[in-house]
């Protein structure tokens, strides 16, 4: 489960750093005052972007310690438990 | 807590259905506010809108390092394990905030100004705010002692909270503040009304987001260490 | 009050007779200099600017070095252990000790300022009184920080490669203040531009101090 989930989110954020630097070609990143104003839209999307796989790799970190102390939790009943 | 399940009762769990719904529907109204309903602003374009999840992670930077800091302060008097969780909790998660804020600040600066990164006072002592997270994170991992730990990390979070207001007013006085965020409209100084409720809307659901994180940390925090305790004492008492 | 200068003495004592931090600090502060000369080329724009920034970053990292070591030939003496059995005031520990690393780091800069100055191609400044009043507060600033976070990292598995860490960003006032304030001294500014910065390295020391003081109880309780 874990090994997938890691997986995952790799092709996901190699995806999304792939579509983003594809978008932000050279001359790409206009400063103010230009004609169009979707001309800088990669930024927002990369930090939009980086903001939510921010906190999602927080959370899943969260959940992975969570799990570690559940199995620990069950290691040491099981120790408990054996010695009585 | 009841043994070995991270258990609520009914009540807790209701609050935590409600917090949740309330931060997914938060965070759908904000994308929906922030890029369907309000305009392009004219001088900055479309880049602005990194703004409205900028600003929040910055608030709640600053909001978890206070956090972290009274949580020192009270575990240094009262000595109470509760307290120290509570500071660590916050300063990590202060960390991936603080972390999202160094990263689309650049984004939002060089559409904006120009360069990806401008030694001004708020995004300054907010780099350094981030070293003395990272460092206080380090000291953690690397005292052997969990309570001597705890001791250390109040000390350096209480260190730290002092020194955010020097550092920002002597990078003030070097460097000079963070440009003006964007003139309204009308020519007054704040923002349009559209964009204050689409800023404070996103800020509410951060807030809650980070209340919503932080409690889950500082359970999960308690349980690690009451485990930590339990397992030193077993294996003092030679039971493995 | 009669530990403080009992610590106090024990140390600049035996720093006369093994003379380990003075020397090892200075040496490095130079060889710091001449790096820094090598690296930004013969004769750079502004000497004085970059002189009075090149001079600080030495006495930093040097500071450095000083701080580990004297908490960790303290930890290897098993003095403080020996210190701590008695009912002395922690207070006056720490006092000893940062002003004791207070004093090996003025030194260090007594003998390295002239040189910078010789390196640089600089004039003597118009005020050195004040010159060497900043190198005081800066140093009490930087010291009076360092021996409180030098005493929690030496305890640690990472030992001197911690110390840095903690100690740089939470030292970044002094040094913004130390250098403006070196960099307008050795320019030949006027006062009033000079004092806002020694203003605020006052403020830090004060603040800092009476910080250090009231935490280093929690550090060493063993």
């Not at chain 1, 005052?33 to 979707?38: F, T």
Request: neutral net charge; aromatic residues 12%.
């Amino acid at each position: 489960m874990r090994k997938t989930t890691a997986l995952a989110l790799t092709i996901l954020i190699t995806v999304f750093v792939f579509c983003t630097v594809s978008v932000a070609q050279p001359g790409g990143d206009i400063v103010a005052g230009q004609i169009s104003p979707w001309r800088n839209a990669h930024f927002v999307i990369l930090a939009y972007g980086a903001v939510w796989v921010g906190l999602a790799l927080y959370v899943l970190r969260l959940a992975m310690l969570a799990r570690s102390l559940r199995r620990e939790l069950s290691a040491l009943e099981e120790l408990a438990s054996d010695s009585e | 807590m009841e043994s070995g399940k991270l258990s609520r009762t009914r009540w807790t769990r209701g609050i935590w259905i409600v917090a949740t719904v309330t931060v997914i529907a938060g965070f759908a109204v904000s994308i929906y506010l922030v890029f369907i309903s309000t305009g392009i602003e004219r001088n900055l374009g479309f880049s602005q809108k990194i703004f409205y999840f900028h600003v929040p992670c910055a608030w709640i930077t600053y909001l978890a390092f206070g956090i972290a800091a009274i949580s020192s302060i009270l575990y240094l008097i009262r000595n109470n394990q509760v307290w120290d969780s509570i500071a660590y909790s916050s300063i990590e998660l202060g960390t991936v905030f603080t972390t999202l804020v160094i990263v689309t600040g650049p984004l939002w600066a060089r559409p904006t100004w120009g360069a990806y990164w401008v030694w001004d006072a708020r995004l300054t002592t907010t780099l350094i705010l981030w070293l003395i997270e990272l460092s206080y994170l380090l000291l953690r991992a690397f005292v052997e002692e969990p309570e001597k730990a705890a001791k250390y990390g109040a000390v350096l979070a209480l260190l730290g909270a002092l020194d955010i207001p020097i550092i920002h007013y002597s990078v003030v006085l070097w460097r000079g503040m963070h440009p003006v965020v964007m003139q309204s409209d009308a020519g007054g100084g704040g923002l349009p009304s559209e964009f204050f409720v689409a800023l404070m809307i996103s800020l509410a659901t951060f807030t809650l987001l980070f209340f919503l994180l932080l409690t889950v940390r500082v359970r999960l925090e308690l349980v690690r260490s009451r485990l930590t305790n339990v397992r030193n004492r077993i294996f003092e008492q030679g039971l493995a | 009050m009669r530990v403080f200068w009992a610590i106090l003495w024990k140390d600049v004592r035996q720093e006369w007779r093994r003379r380990e931090l003075v020397l090892v600090m200075a040496v490095f502060s130079v060889v710091v200099l001449v790096l820094f000369n090598f690296a930004l080329g013969l004769s750079p724009d502004r000497p004085a600017n970059v002189a009075a920034a090149v001079m600080w970053i030495a006495f930093t990292f040097a500071g450095t070095l000083g701080l580990n070591r004297s908490l960790a030939m303290e930890r290897d003496d098993q003095c403080l252990r020996a210190l701590l059995l008695s009912p002395a005031d922690r207070a006056w520990i720490y006092l000893a000790k940062a002003v004791g690393n207070m004093v090996f780091l003025l030194i260090v800069e007594i003998l390295v300022v002239p040189l910078t100055l010789i390196l640089f191609n600089l004039s003597v400044p118009l005020m050195p009184g004040w010159l060497a009043l900043t190198c005081i507060l800066g140093t009490i600033g930087f010291v009076g920080v360092g021996t409180l976070l030098a005493g929690m990292a030496t305890g640690t598995r990472m030992r001197d490669w911690l110390l840095p860490l903690l100690l740089f960003p939470i030292q970044v006032p002094v040094l913004i203040s130390a250098v403006q304030a070196t960099q307008l001294l050795l320019n030949s500014r006027p006062l009033d531009e000079i004092t806002l910065w020694l203003q605020l390295l006052v403020a830090f020391d004060l603040v800092f101090i009476a910080a250090s003081i009231l935490a280093f109880e929690y550090i060493v309780e063993e």
